[in-house]
DNA sequence: GTGAAAGCGCTAACAA
DNA sequence: TTGTTAGCGCTTTCAC
């Protein structure tokens, strides 16, 4: 493979005027013949500067973690394209983790990290104990950005409208004539968990309902844990006529778990999800429910990351725009219309 | 952060040692007691070796890529499981890429490939343009291997057993009393899609029957190709009796496809899918799938890789070992017994 | 047993 | 406008 000294040879310059046109750099003054020489040069020998000795000498890699857990999951899809796209317009590279598979191997994780292989990470949390070692660890050594997830000061964040999401769902069920509307939350005592709650609470209140603890049970972000979150809640034999479930996912499970115990939806109950996924459109009946900007959140997240690693300080952002938005579909019954 | 000369001057000796001591060179006889002081020294200064030092010098990079489509789709989470298992316990660090996001770039990715960001690339191929423009790039760069692909045979691949799993699938559909058996196969003209119809091509003709191109449509590997798929099917109004869906996610969406023109699974129409996930086991009906090994596929892609990089000849190699396995669920009816 | 030194490919400060 | 040079942190050969 061929260095910038062999396209200084071809070109017949020499390196250092190679690397700062092939760079662009702006502070340099150079004949056009020369510069055109060294593009030919460049282009016949194919040459690609050398990931290492850049990164090296720049004490800068290029490549930037993002680390989820259950990478899996059709949600992190867009966010994961944002992040990916924003990465790539900046020239860097995104690299995916699943934390809990770094949680496993501490050692190694603290060598990826203090190496220098990664120039900064985006963490999505759950408040497990693999969160709690993962960002330990790398908030001491790396530039971080958090997902929805504001706990910090000294490491940037950014958060969808969780609150308007579920308060926006939630609204809609009253509309749709429910008074005892239940929750699915997220699982675990975190920012997300939290705020989508809170939503659920105060449009109820907002109608002139208290909300009602007794109609709160654990749904998860997964399928199985959906589905045990509801059959707790069936089990609990309380009336409820319609439940948000904090996780399309869960929601999913949370059908399956109604099927089996003859609860009909939207019949017996009504359920509306956060977030959408391609699943949501195909369940038996199809989820009702609200789309968050999480393409924006992944591009944001490694933008604030971008911004950090050039010095700024940390910065926390809540996207507003685009606003959570309603797809209804048939687990929230018909619509008169 | 401390370099290795912060640690040989805090040890007293000079850098050549600290690092073949601690790269564990066997060549090398040191005193005990120089050794012991190199390692306190290492752990006092929290010395950790620098990536791009340590890559430039070796032009090794300890990274391997795993490109796939659609990484969200929780088949992959299996495979990249292994995949990861086996590259953090040879100490390399696996990084997961989206083959359609890389082809939209092709400057950046042919960057990043000839850079040496890469040691090398394990590949999912679907037969798409992304999947030429990037295994073309690629191949003349880099060390590769296929995953259930095995095309070229400058490269290493590895295969599940893909018509094993057919074949059992469309075996266990036959025991059931079904004679008139369709498939919804994998889309395009690739090595998984071929063999999985073959195998089911394969079982019918071993029971007598004469396989049926009539009762075949594209399927997809997606929850909405899957519904277009089943849907095509119905309205070609012929006489199944039972389908083969070469994928889980598109059986999520067949079932949709049934339900929504008032076909009874497993009523009217038996489903079997390839592959296994957390949502087979909650849909309405449950799915019945064959599982097969994916763990293993991910874990022996990188160590065939792996095995490249020393030097050895890419090696094909198909796994036989744990053979697919059939979980009987309910979209295949009650099985007596 | 251990040290000295060269050099991987690149960038940036300084000279010319 | 271009060339020269030092050095990023590490590994490895050769000398002592």
Same mark, same amino acid.
């Given at each position: 493979?061929?260095?910038?000294?062999?396209v200084?040879r071809?070109a017949g310059?020499?390196?250092?005027?190679?690397?700062?046109?092939?760079?662009?750099?702006?502070?340099?003054?150079?004949?056009?013949?020369?510069?055109?020489?060294?593009?030919?040069?460049?282009?016949?020998?194919?040459?690609?500067?050398?990931?290492a000795?850049?990164?090296?000498?720049r004490s800068?890699?290029?490549?930037?973690?993002?680390?989820?857990?259950?990478a899996?999951?059709?949600?992190y899809?867009?966010?994961?394209a944002?992040?990916?796209?924003?990465?790539?317009?900046?020239?860097?590279?995104?690299?995916?983790a699943d934390?809990?598979?770094?949680?496993?191997?501490?050692k190694v994780?603290?060598?990826?990290?203090?190496?220098g292989?990664l120039?900064?990470?985006?963490l999505?949390?759950a408040g497990?104990?693999?969160d709690?070692?993962v960002?330990?660890?790398?908030?001491?050594r790396l530039?971080?950005?958090?997902?929805?997830?504001?706990?910090?000061?000294?490491t940037?964040s950014?958060?969808?409208?969780?609150?308007g *999401?579920? !308060?926006? $769902?939630?609204r809609?069920?009253?509309?749709?004539?429910h008074? #005892?509307?239940g929750? &699915?939350? @997220?699982?675990?005592?975190?920012?997300?968990?939290?705020?989508?709650s809170a939503?659920?609470?105060?449009?109820?209140r907002?109608?002139?309902?208290?909300?009602?603890?007794n109609?709160?049970?654990?749904g998860?972000?997964?399928v199985?844990?959906?589905?045990?979150?509801?059959v707790?809640l069936?089990?609990?034999?309380?009336?409820?006529?319609?439940?948000?479930?904090?996780?399309?996912?869960?929601?999913?499970g949370?059908l399956?778990?109604?099927a089996?115990?003859?609860v009909?939806?939207?019949?017996?109950?009504?359920?509306? *999800?956060v !977030?959408? $996924?391609?699943?949501a459109?195909?369940t038996?009946p199809?989820? #009702?429910?609200v789309r &968050?900007? @999480?393409?924006?959140?992944?591009?944001m997240s490694v933008?604030?990351l971008?911004?950090?690693l050039?010095?700024h300080?940390?910065?926390?952002?809540?996207l507003?725009?685009?606003?959570?938005?309603?797809?209804?579909?048939?687990?929230?019954?018909?619509?008169e219309?």
């Amino acid at each position: 493979l061929s260095t910038l000294a062999d396209v200084a040879r071809l070109a017949g310059v020499s390196t250092g005027i190679v690397s700062r046109v092939l760079n662009e750099d702006q502070s340099l003054r150079v004949r056009d013949a020369t510069r055109s020489k060294i593009f030919e040069a460049a282009e016949k020998l194919d040459y690609t500067p050398n990931h290492a000795a850049r990164a090296l000498r720049r004490s800068r890699v290029g490549v930037i973690g993002l680390a989820v857990h259950d990478a899996s999951n059709p949600l992190y899809e867009e966010i994961i394209a944002g992040a990916q796209a924003e990465a790539m317009s900046s020239g860097s590279m995104l690299v995916l983790a699943d934390i809990d598979a770094l949680a496993t191997n501490e050692k190694v994780f603290k060598r990826v990290i203090s190496s220098g292989a990664l120039d900064g990470l985006v963490l999505q949390r759950a408040g497990t104990a693999s969160d709690v070692l993962v960002s330990r660890i790398a908030s001491e050594r790396l530039p971080m950005v958090l997902l929805n997830d504001r706990t910090e000061a000294a490491t940037g964040s950014v958060a969808a409208d969780d609150f308007g *999401a579920a !308060h926006l $769902a939630t609204r809609q069920l009253i509309e749709l004539g429910h008074h #005892s509307i239940g929750l &699915l939350r @997220l699982t675990g005592d975190h920012m997300r968990a939290n705020v989508r709650s809170a939503g659920w609470a105060q449009a109820l209140r907002e109608a002139g309902i208290e909300p009602d603890l007794n109609l709160v049970r654990e749904g998860g972000q997964t399928v199985a844990q959906g589905y045990d979150g509801m059959v707790e809640l069936i089990r609990a034999r309380v009336r409820v006529s319609a439940v948000l479930v904090a996780n399309v996912l869960a929601a999913v499970g949370a059908l399956r778990a109604c099927a089996d115990h003859g609860v009909a939806v939207p019949g017996d109950l009504a359920i509306i *999800a956060v !977030h959408d $996924a391609d699943i949501a459109a195909h369940t038996i009946p199809r989820l #009702s429910v609200v789309r &968050l900007p @999480l393409f924006e959140m992944g591009r944001m997240s490694v933008r604030l990351l971008l911004e950090q690693l050039e010095g700024h300080e940390p910065r926390h952002v809540t996207l507003t725009s685009p606003e959570p938005v309603i797809v209804l579909r048939e687990s929230t019954g018909r619509v008169e219309r």
